[in-house]
């Protein structure tokens, strides 16, 4: 852990209640609970990181974490409703219903290597190495990431205190990390996605000098655990910023990091691939600020679609069938990203299946595609074929059709798919798309699409 005294002030700045902005009105009843608590305890007691950064930009923060110079131990001596958590470092959770605010016991300037899993166990039996455990809020407020993350307010008189610049970088929305950019970055790479989050969700511009560091630096999240990254995907993609997220990633060289071969298929971007990509993003955006449930599976199968495509036509052209080619390459792609990614099986099976599934749309008569109309995971391979289409990477006619389908009654739908006479004459068949068509990943030209 390096130190960084120079770009930091060794005594905060303390910003009095009269000088900023945030007020107790906008910071959670539980939370104001706790602070109360502890500083009537006798104890130090802040509010700190996202939500005091939050509340300056008048966002309504996620949740609201608590630092304090009393000990775990006595954190829960304070509560009933306290656990414990963690093994080394030791953070006490505060449950009031759903709501759960967590304590932190300021951290000391430890190494990193003592916060490794092999060093958690003798540090339990060791006071000594406990005093180097936890420290001051002067220790604590440099392991942090970015200045706009290492503001403290304090319930005691409602000032902000503020070490690093952070009030400043945060009216100025710069996002800046606390320290020596390459050092902070390498002790922990995953700083750099979050650097790529805070950018996207606050709109702060990231400072031109760490900026600059990121593209070379990209290559040390090779390192780090598969499940982080599997964390940081979902904040990155799940919150509401997909789309803004995946431009900041394609930007600062980390898109390519997590997604090799979608970034080998974008290659440079800009054309209608990047559209296709993008489409999607803006579409889970969209879910998300309308309180609509979003699944990573989605997301994870529209990065896989085009290189699984890709894999699949070359292994068609040696003489395997589409079905065969189509889930031999979705198998072997999401293979390949679970050795980067740790998707949990509960998201990476389905999202192979909608990859393989995207076969039988081209199969428009018998009983297998009334089997697939009504079968679990047609609706996401159906949306997924939607955003192929509106991206001219399938056929127009064909998901159009497919839309029809789904909104005529059972006895037609069984007709349209000629399992039953159309009888009257009333039959919409002549609308049917004529011809299948294999899966392909690059953008058609639109000229020789079936359209009925
Ligand atoms: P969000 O709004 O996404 O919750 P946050 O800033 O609260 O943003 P968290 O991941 O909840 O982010 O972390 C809480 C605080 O812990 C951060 O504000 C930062 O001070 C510190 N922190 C978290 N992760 C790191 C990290 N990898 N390196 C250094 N400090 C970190
Ligand atoms: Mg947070």
């Known amino acids: ?77 304070l509560f009933g ?37 092999g060093r958690e166990v003798s540090a339990e039996t060791g006071r000594l190495l406990r005093d180097n455990v936890y420290g001051g809020i002067e220790e604590d407020v440099w392991r942090r990431d970015f ?32 320290g020596e950019p390459e050092a902070r970055f390498r002790e922990d790479p995953v700083r750099m996605l979050r650097a790529a989050r805070f950018a996207a969700k606050l709109d702060f511009e990231i400072d031109a000098g760490m900026a600059a560091l990121i593209p ?41 990091q997590l997604f090799p071969a979608t970034a080998e298929w974008l290659g440079p971007g800009g054309d209608a691939r990047e559209h296709f990509l993008e489409a999607a993003l803006a579409n889970t955006d969209a879910r998300v600020a309308d ?17 699984v495509a890709d894999r699949a036509a070359a292994l068609a052209e040696g003489g395997m069938s ?23 099986k509960r998201f990476s099976i389905p999202m192979r299946e909608m990859l393989q599934l995207q076969v039988r749309f081209d199969k428009t008569r018998g009983a297998r595609a009334l089997v697939f109309l009504q079968s679990e995971r047609f609706r996401a391979a159906y949306d997924l074929l939607l955003l192929r289409a509106a991206a001219g990477n399938a056929d127009k006619g064909l ?31 002549r609308r049917r798309p004529g011809r299948r068509r294999p899966a392909r990943s690059a953008p058609a030209a639109q000229g020789d699409q079936p359209l009925a």
């Open 216 to 256: 070379g630096l990209a290559h040390l999240l090779d390192g780090v655990p598969t499940a982080r990254l599997f964390d940081e995907f979902q904040k990155l993609f799940q919150g509401g910023h997909a789309l803004e997220g995946y431009r900041q990633l394609r930007r600062h060289g980390l898109f390519r």
């Open 291 to 307: 309180g609509r449930p979003v699944t990573p599976m989605f997301l994870l199968g529209v990065f896989l679609w085009g290189p």
């Open 1 to 77: 852990m390096t130190v960084p005294t120079q770009s930091g002030r060794p005594t905060p700045q303390i910003i009095p209640r009269s000088e900023h902005n945030i007020s107790r009105a906008h910071i959670s009843k539980s939370a104001l609970k706790v602070l109360y608590r502890l500083k009537d305890a006798g104890y130090q007691a802040f509010l700190v990181g996202g939500s005091v950064r939050d509340l300056l930009l008048e966002r309504e923060p996620k949740d609201f974490d608590v630092a304090t110079n009393a000990l775990p131990e006595e954190v829960r001596a």
């Open 322 to 344: 589409d079905f065969q080619a189509l889930a031999l390459a979705a198998a072997e792609l999401s293979r390949e990203l679970a050795e980067r990614i740790a998707v949990p």
């Open 81 to 117: 409703n306290c656990r414990l958590i963690g093994r080394r470092f030791r953070l006490a959770h505060v449950r009031f219903g759903r709501e759960v605010i967590e304590v932190a016991t300021f951290r000391g300037l430890g190494t990193e290597e003592e916060d490794s899993e």
């Open 399 to 429: 998901a159009e059709w497919w839309t029809r389908l789904q909104s005529l009654s059972p006895g037609e739908q069984r007709r349209e798919l000629g399992l039953e006479r159309a009888g009257e004459g009333k039959g919409s068949s």
């Open 147 to 178: 200045t706009a993350n290492s503001l403290y307010y304090n319930i005691a008189d409602f000032s902000i205190w503020d070490f690093t610049g952070g009030v400043a970088d945060v009216q100025a929305r710069r996002l800046r990390i606390i």
